[in-house]
């Protein structure tokens, strides 16, 4: 996460684009933690955010959780899921990582509803590559990966049948 370190998807932060929206979840949503992260959030006040299980879980049986923003954090201590967002790694068809728009962020960010504005920095990109290169080591991050890369295939056909051709 350190090679990601204050970078966000523009050379400028993004967050005054929307007023922070990706900051404020309800109790139903929130950040996704990848394998192994929710121990570091074990101990944090509640005022600032909470942990909550969430509906996917690996086939080892590892329940992901996801985190629960109350709006308000130090930034240095994000997890990897807001340090990257609105992407999301995703396995391609020649089974390498790349990075995809998360669907998920349609709704809230301007960077992915307004592509053609706002483009995300090669920078950015660039510590995204060099981060998760150490992650892809770990088999339990490659099956999180692969489950997000499932949803959000399933995301996109769903979207490409509402959308009028």
Do not use: H
Request: proline residues 6%; hydrophobic residues 35%.
């Amino acid at each position: 996460m350190e090679k990601i370190g204050e970078n966000t998807p523009l050379e400028y932060d993004c967050g005054i684009l929307c007023d922070k929206k990706c900051c404020f979840g309800t109790e139903t949503d929130g950040m996704l933690l990848f394998p192994g992260e929710e121990f570091l959030y074990q101990n944090i006040d509640g005022n600032l955010c909470i942990i909550k299980e969430s509906n996917i879980v690996l086939p080892s049986g590892y329940k992901i959780s996801y985190l629960v923003c109350k709006g308000t954090c130090t930034r240095e201590y994000r997890p990897l899921s807001c340090r990257i967002y609105p992407v999301i790694p995703y396995i391609n068809q020649s089974g390498r990582v790349d990075f995809r728009p998360d669907l998920r962020s349609l709704g809230t960010c301007p960077i992915v509803y307004n592509a053609d504005k706002y483009v995300i920095s090669e920078e950015f990109m660039d510590k995204l590559y060099l981060s998760f290169s150490p992650l892809l080591k770990e088999k339990i991050i490659v099956v999180f990966i692969e489950i997000l890369t499932y949803q959000l295939d399933e995301a996109s056909e769903l979207l490409w049948k509402l959308i009028p051709m």
